[in-house]
């Protein structure tokens, strides 16, 4: 591990101030999550400093080693490095089973930070909304609800297992941290839905935002072991779990397609399905499968903490609002061919010193002048929002007006049934940012599933834009 300390951002220097301000300051839901946010998302840019840690935490002082090094093949020390970065960093209390599995804490913090940016881009609404997830697999320690609602307000949880020794130490955890009335618990057992929606439980459960999970990666308990015969070394961390947590039938991409089985029942009643993966040919198995059922909304990231850990997410939705470039699309090479569509288009680049205004002014000039359904400027944050019918840019749209015009001429008008929201073909955002070298103007791809029509759009902006650089 790295001796670097971690850097907090200067107005939340220690993790106690961002659990006075909820308190303080709860009314103020906006300011929370901005302040709140930037503190979790900097949390583990570098790696524990153990010395520190114990200057901290004497229990964690007490199992570190002489030279300042923590023994990741002593279980107890694994266990309490967990306990003590959920104390220091997230005032929360965990109690775990000798037998269970201990989560690391950097690994499950990243899948939390995604679902919050995968929630937040793909809402119209600023981020805060209240969201109720659901952890299928939830685990003795029940991690993810306890730093998703350590981290949100606004955020709630159902978390499933069918493990009676897991959920009886889960519901201790809860109750250690006053979530009863955040976190529902529920046994499920193995041949009930993942997604309690339907059938059993579902009068307890009336609505589901997102759904995470981190299923077993082995298909037998004999998998299991060769894996572990075959590795040229000893895992980097002891691992605890019990074979009902590291074992299922058919592995990681049988798990994660029973979950898609069920979302294409349910479809929109939840907006995300999202899953953590551990090998990433499970996320090319699993991206074929959504294309071949139709589905063209989809996100992909890759989690990496320090040069030991690497795991995937794959998430898909079945309603119109899209994800962000950043939480959706993974940078590297390797995965184009699964990717999805692109999400951003860099419409115009100038250097810093050029005139903003006359950006600006273009900008609201050229879709100001666009039949559509709504268009909408923020000075301050440099960034518009809009949302059309249809290409509503085009020659064609523009003759197909005029014939329209003139049959409407002769033809009485007819009251619409269709709500306005069902015309959307595309939503989207420009957004204006001043670097220091360079001022970029970029088209963000919001709400729609015609990937064409917001390519077209792009390059209608650029040709509109383009003498400006």
């Not at 570190?64 to 104390?87: E, I």
């Not at 699993?286 to 040069?307: C, H, P, R, S």
């Not at 939480?327 to 100038?350: C, F, M, N, Q, Y």
């Not at 619409?416 to 963000?444: D, K, N, Y």
Request: charged letters at 25%.
């Amino acid at each position: 591990m790295s001796s670097k300390k971690r850097k907090a951002p200067d107005d939340l220097e220690q993790p106690e101030r961002v659990f006075q301000d909820v308190a303080l300051n709860s009314g103020d839901q906006h300011r929370h999550v901005a302040g709140s946010d930037a503190y979790f998302r900097h949390l583990y840019d570098n790696e524990p400093d153990f010395k520190e840690l114990a200057e901290r935490d004497v229990d964690f002082a007490a199992v570190l080693q002489a030279n300042g090094l923590l023994d990741f093949a002593d279980p107890k020390a694994v266990m309490r490095l967990t306990k003590t970065l959920l104390s220091l960093d997230f005032n929360l209390k965990i109690e775990l089973p000798d037998d269970r599995l201990c989560p690391p804490v950097p690994n499950r913090h990243n899948y939390i930070l995604w679902l919050k940016e995968l929630m937040d881009t793909s809402s119209y609404e600023p981020p805060g909304r209240p969201i109720r997830g659901l952890d299928i697999g939830t685990g003795a320690s029940c991690i993810y609800p306890l730093l998703g609602t350590a981290q949100r307000l606004s955020w709630s949880f159902v978390a499933t297992d069918i493990d009676a020794k897991s959920l009886q130490y889960a519901r201790k955890n809860v109750a250690l941290n006053n979530l009863e009335g955040r976190i529902l618990l529920l046994q499920r057992q193995p041949e009930d839905s993942l997604i309690p929606l339907r059938g059993r439980d579902s009068e307890k459960v009336n609505r589901i935002d997102f759904t995470m999970m981190n299923p077993p990666f082995y298909k037998s308990e004999g998998e299991m072991l060769s894996s572990a015969q075959n590795k040229a070394r000893p895992p980097h961390s002891a691992c605890t779990g019990a074979p009902v947590e590291m074992v299922c039938d058919g592995g990681e991409v049988a798990h994660v397609s029973r979950m898609l089985e069920e979302s294409l029942i349910l479809k929109e009643e939840v907006q995300w399905y999202t899953s953590m993966l551990g090998k990433a040919t499970s996320v090319e198995i699993l991206v074929e499968k959504l294309k071949a059922n139709g589905i063209d909304n989809y996100a992909i990231t890759e989690f990496i903490q320090g040069n030991k850990t690497r795991r995937w997410a794959l998430g898909w939705s079945f309603g119109a609002m899209r994800p962000g470039e950043h939480v959706a699309r993974v940078k590297t090479s390797g995965w184009k061919k699964v990717s999805p569509p692109i999400l951003e288009i860099k419409v115009l680049a100038l250097t810093s010193d050029a005139p903003v205004d006359l950006v600006i002014e273009r900008v609201n000039e050229v879709i100001g002048s666009l039949e559509l359904i709504s268009w909408s400027w923020d000075s301050s944050a440099m960034k518009g929002i809009g949302r059309t019918r249809g290409n509503v840019w085009s020659r064609a749209w523009r003759r197909k007006k005029m014939r329209g015009q003139a049959t409407e001429a002769t033809t009485p008008a007819l009251p619409s049934s269709t709500p306005e929201s069902s015309q959307c073909r595309l939503g989207f955002a420009v957004a204006i940012e001043m670097g220091v070298s360079t001022t970029t103007v970029t088209l963000h791809w919001r709400e729609g599933h015609d990937a064409v029509i917001f390519e077209s759009f792009g390059g209608f902006l650029q040709g509109k834009m383009k003498d400006l650089g």
